[in-house]
């Protein structure tokens, strides 16, 4: 009806309270989304306009902090999710990687051919795919694959492809983060106690249960998260942390800042 319909900017600012960080981000990832031949339904920049001008709107300081970490032109919940999994800070749960960028334009340099990267990382030409068909890729398209791949690292380009198990199988993504961590020249070294609860949060968005993440009040167990370099002492400070929460949960607790 005219005049009582939202904006997506608008919608995005109210639901900022309900949701969590993680929803949120992964919300307005999909919200500034869009299908190839398709226009995108809004911005990040839209929605932080619409954030920065609604002074005193109860969920415009979360709003703001979610979209610190969005990015335009996501083509598929996974590219959304895998994005969260590398680009997002330690504190969140991601592996920091923050040079990331969604479907760069990529131009052969004789002009011949134009690709689009899943996930880029420009400074080391480093595309990363998100690999949709994995299990059922006809053989057409895994030749057009391998055609593209030849044809990027004839370039100078390197291209790495990421299947769901390799998010879904913590040893997996270990391997694939340290890959990555090569490549891109970062090293990942966790500090932050929010690692625990945060990176639990996206494998719980991951699993399509992003509607039950866990509470903060229940424990995150080493199995529940990949050993990076660093998570054997963080966990002790999440441990310390948490016990204290559980004897106090009413008073605040100050060890770590978050993003």
């Not at 979360?62 to 895998?82: F, Q, V």
């Not at 990027?152 to 993504?173: D, H």
């Not at 199995?223 to 660093?230: I, L, M, R, Y």
Request: charged share 30%; net charge positive.
């Amino acid at each position: 009806v005219d005049g009582r319909a939202c904006t997506l900017p608008l919608v995005f600012l109210q639901v900022a309270l309900e949701y969590s960080i993680h929803e949120l981000i992964y919300l307005g990832l999909q919200i500034c989304s869009y299908r190839e031949g398709d226009r995108p339904r809004c911005t990040v920049e839209e929605l932080r306009t619409c954030a920065e001008e609604l002074r005193g709107h109860r969920g415009r300081r979360k709003a703001l902090r979610a979209i610190r970490y969005l990015a335009d032109n996501s083509r598929s919940p996974m590219e959304s999710i895998l994005y969260m999994f590398l680009r997002l800070p330690n504190a969140l749960g991601g592996c920091g990687f923050k040079e990331i960028v969604l479907n760069e334009k990529i131009v052969l340099e004789d002009g011949s051919k134009t690709y689009f990267a899943d996930l880029y990382v420009p400074s080391s030409k480093l595309d990363i795919e998100y690999d949709s068909e994995e299990f059922h890729s006809s053989a057409s398209e895994i030749s057009r694959d391998r055609e593209r791949t030849a044809h990027l690292e004839a370039e100078g380009y390197r291209v790495v492809s990421v299947g769901y198990s390799q998010l879904n199988n913590l040893k997996a993504f270990r391997n694939l983060a340290r890959q990555l961590s090569r490549l891109i020249g970062k090293r990942i070294y966790i500090r932050a106690r929010k690692f625990f609860e945060s990176f639990v949060a996206l494998r719980d968005l991951l699993l399509r249960k992003g509607h039950s993440i866990r509470s903060r009040f229940r424990k995150i167990h080493r199995h529940e998260v990949p050993w990076h370099s660093g998570v054997r002492t963080a966990y002790r400070i999440y441990l310390t942390a948490w016990n204290r929460l559980i004897r106090h949960p009413n008073l605040p607790l100050v060890l770590t800042r978050s993003p």
